[in-house]
T-cell receptor, first 107, second 113 residues
Framework: GIQVEQSPPDLILQEGANSTLRCNFSDSVNNLQWFHQNPWGQLINLFY???GTKQNGRLSATTVATERYSLLYISSSQTTDSGVYFC?????????FGTGTSLTVIP | ETGVTQSPTHLIKTRGQQVTLRCSSQ?????VSWYQQALGQGPQFIFQYYREEENGRGNFPPRFSGLQFPNYSSELNVNALELDDSALYLCASSYQGAGGELFFGEGSRLTVL
């Protein structure tokens, strides 16, 4: 199956800082989603972004499918942004999830 | 609009037992997929149901089985539980059968003793 790698694996930020999370995938994909997993385990949709750029408030995402990567930008981070961020790509007949980036925002 | 709901939220079983987890899809969605998430790892695809038929399966043994009902709700059944089955089980619904945007429930946390 397709390999999905995320970097960095862990990230600690001061509140107000900006960050970029990366998702690399090993083969062509048809769709890509970014999620935030809250402390209770629920995966919250951030972006459904097979290509191009989208923005939602302080968050934005860019997928360059031809180069097999996607980026998630978090600006002016807040403590509520803490948690694990996953990207997931659709290839074949299933979604493959990345390894995740664990983000901690310190007040 | 009703979101994805799962039950039970937590449960404890012993090795060798059987478990059934339930999922109600978001209104308007006809596809349900199930994922297993072990501690510290990303979710792993178990299988997907589209209009009551399984149309995709990950690398899980046959003791993991499922159903989708006419109202598009779904069940995940696991027989002969093993200690390694302890995990968070996540259900997601989507509108189309292949690659549609996923919406997740809160998950069912299973502990096997």
């Amino acid at each position: 199956g397709i390999q999905v790698e995320q970097s960095p694996p862990d990230l600690i930020l001061q509140e107000g800082a900006n960050s970029t999370l990366r998702c690399n995938f090993s083969d062509s994909v048809n769709n890509l989603q970014w999620f935030h997993q809250n402390p209770w385990g629920q995966l919250i949709n951030l972006f459904y972004i097979p290509s191009g750029t989208k923005q939602n408030g302080r968050l934005s995402a860019t997928t360059v499918a031809t180069e097999r990567y996607s980026l998630l930008y978090i600006s002016s981070s807040q403590t509520t942004d803490s948690g694990v961020y996953f990207c997931a790509v659709w290839a074949g007949n299933q979604f493959y999830f990345g390894t995740g980036t664990s983000l901690t925002v310190i007040p | 609009e009703t979101g994805v709901t799962q039950s039970p939220t937590h449960l404890i079983k012993t090795r060798g037992q059987q478990v059934t987890l339930r999922c109600s899809s978001q209104s308007g969605h006809n596809t349900v997929s199930w994922y297993q998430q072990a501690l510290g790892q990303g979710p792993q695809f178990i299988f997907q149901y589209y209009r009551e038929e399984e149309n995709g399966r990950g690398n899980f043994p046959p003791r993991f089985s499922g159903l989708q009902f006419p109202n598009y709700s779904s069940e995940l059944n696991v027989n002969a539980l093993e200690l390694d089955d302890s995990a968070l089980y996540l259900c997601a619904s989507s509108y189309q059968g292949a690659g549609g945007e996923l919406f997740f429930g809160e998950g069912s946390r299973l502990t096997v003793l």
